[in-house]
């Protein structure tokens, strides 16, 4: 079975809204985990990554949060824009090599 | 555009038959990943190659094989395709063998066996 996975397969968020993506891994042991845009036809595009010993990271409109307790992820997007439209996905890195990837939440943002 | 480019684009093929697949990694990365994404089993790591050396292998089928060239070029061999196989396949390149590396994916081939 999977290791990573999204509670939502679909959100749909209004322009300048903010958005909110989660995930849930089981595997305690997973030390690195990266957040990938996908966009239709095109390859996964690194997006955010956080290591274990970190409880949050900030990028530019991008924040994402790892609560290990819980094991859980989240991606946050501020003031979303029609062009932030994709899957996004969660993955984690296990054994340091392959990342694990969920099934992907896809987000609309309407105008 | 991440750098790292994949050939080719599109490939058709019949049950059967075998094709190989090629990913040319960013410049100085030495890790090659390859990856299938299908829509009912999503992003699934195939294999992980370091400077030539297989490093990691995951859910790849025996009838699919991979290589890093000295180049550090990598092919993924598939063979008695089925209809299965029919997906995506990425690859990704890192700079390093492993640990808290981000891969940079190519465009992929899309694969689809009739």
Not at chain 2, 63 to 83: G, I, M, V, Y
Request: proline share 4%.
């Amino acid at each position: 079975g999977e290791s990573v996975g999204l509670h939502l397969p679909t959100l749909s968020v209004q322009e300048g809204d903010n958005s909110i993506i989660n995930c849930a891994y089981s595997n305690s042991a997973s030390d690195y985990f990266i957040w990938y845009k996908q966009e239709s036809g095109k390859g996964p595009q690194f997006i955010i990554d956080i290591r274990s010993n970190m409880d949050k990271r900030q990028g530019q409109r991008v924040t994402v949060l790892l609560n290990k307790t819980v094991k859980h992820l989240s991606l946050q997007i501020a003031a979303t824009q029609p062009g932030d439209s994709a899957v996004y996905f969660c993955a984690e890195n296990q054994a340091g090599t392959a990342l694990i990837f969920g099934k992907g939440t896809t987000l609309s943002v309407s105008s | 555009d991440s750098g790292v480019t994949q050939t080719p684009k599109h490939l058709i093929t019949a049950t059967g038959q075998r094709v190989t697949l090629r990913c040319s990694p960013r410049s100085g990365d030495l890790s090659v990943y390859w990856y299938q994404q299908s829509l009912d089993q999503g992003l699934q790591f195939l294999i992980h190659y370091y400077n030539g050396e297989e490093r990691a292998k995951g859910n790849i089928l025996e009838r699919f094989s991979a290589q890093q060239f000295p180049d550090l070029h990598s092919e993924l061999n598939l063979s008695s395709l089925e209809l299965g196989d029919s997906a995506l396949y990425f690859c990704a390149s890192s700079p390093a063998g492993g640990g808290y590396n981000e891969q940079f994916f190519g465009p992929g081939t899309r694969l689809t066996v009739l």
